[in-house]
Structure formats: C-alpha cells, structure tokens
C-alpha cells in the first residue's frame, strides 16, 4: 500500500461520526465489542464493519481472549496524519513569508 | 451546522487524492481553477466539484475576478482537526498515564 492509498484510508475512516465516537472512546483506554456498541445505537454488524474500516486504516488494533474481541488505539495513530498537516502547514508558512517579503520590496511611492 | 458535521466534511473532503493533491498545490499559495486544472488529469466539471466540497468543507475559499475564479487556503484550514486529534492525543496519554500508576501500585511478589 502506497503512502497515498494509506492516507486515504485514514481519512475515509475517520469520514464518519459512528466510527471517530469508537476512535474518541478508545483513547480513553481499550473497550471490548460489546463495550462500544452498547452507546452507539447500531447494530452489531454495522459496528463490527466500523472497527474493520478502522483497523484497516491503521488507527486500532484488536485481539480476541476467548470469545472476547478488544480494541485498542495504536500509539502511532495520529502519526501520517499529522506528518501530513505539518507539511501543508509548512508550506503555508513558507508562502506567507514569501508573500510578506514581497511586500516588503515593493518601493514606498515618493511624494513629488 | 453542528461541530460534529463540520468535522463529518472536513474529513470526506479530505479524504481524496485528488482534493488533498489540490491542498497541496493550495498550501503553496492561490491558484486558478484553470492551473489547479492542469496538473490533475480530471475533466474540468470534476475539478470544479471536488472544490466546491473542499469550500464546503472550510478548507479552502475562492474569488472571482473577471472571468478567472482563484482559490486559496483558509488560514484556519486545520485547526478543527488539529483541535480534535490534540484531545485524542490526550486522552491516550492520561489512559497511558492511568495504566503506569496501577501497574506502578501493583505490590511486588515477595520470596518466600
């Protein structure tokens, strides 16, 4: 998976109240199925589909202890996306200094 | 708009190649349709829609004068996100934080 595809994923999964209340509720600590789908007024399929979408975007991980499946956040959740933001934000730094250099050379008009 | 809708579209506007590669170019300074256009082997309708939901989503805003329409970056482009992902980052760190006390309190085995 490129990169891209992989930002791409992180966004779509994040695109969706249902599944960023599990991201919010899973920073709080790990939560078992049961756990998250109680609060979140979907049935259980649709909220196992969710916790795929987000576990394939690379924001949890889950591991199952006899018939309980948990959740949890990866460390490194945020990491892509914010790398991301940074650099546009740099950039958008970058252009602003230019901009503002720019203005700073244009030559003041002289009274005659 | 609710904050929970606001971040709903932030997120689906970013969440495509092309709209972040246009946020890309963005970030660098303003462009017209017509340069923003070029580079992205999409048909010009196409452009044109991915703008309108990278406007609707708050992350860009355009201006027409005469017959050229040029975009640039909010300067509060990604602050909503910024703000949300901060208070997940908290949150995970405080559960971390949680986690290292009670393993901390957790008595030692003695030998007998």
């Known amino acids: 998976m490129t990169e891209t595809e992989s930002i791409d994923r992180y966004f779509q999964a ?3 109240p249902y599944r960023r209340g599990f991201v919010e509720r899973l920073s709080k600590g790990p939560a078992s199925v049961k756990e998250l789908a109680a609060p979140a007024n979907v049935q ?6 969710h916790l795929r ?4 975007g690379g924001i949890v991980v889950s ?7 948990t959740y949890r956040m990866r460390p ?7 790398n991301w933001v940074e650099q546009r934000q740099r950039d958008m730094n970058a252009a602003f200094d230019r901009l503002a250099t720019a203005m700073a050379e244009v030559p003041e008009e002289k009274d005659h």
Request: no cysteine; proline share 4%; glycine share 4%.
């Open 44 to 49: 259980l399929p649709a909220v196992l589909k």
């Open 14 to 16: 994040m695109a969706d």
């Open 53 to 56: 979408v987000l576990e394939d």
């Open 76 to 82: 490194d959740a945020f990491k892509a996306i914010n």
């Open 63 to 69: 591991e199952k202890v006899g018939r309980v499946r």
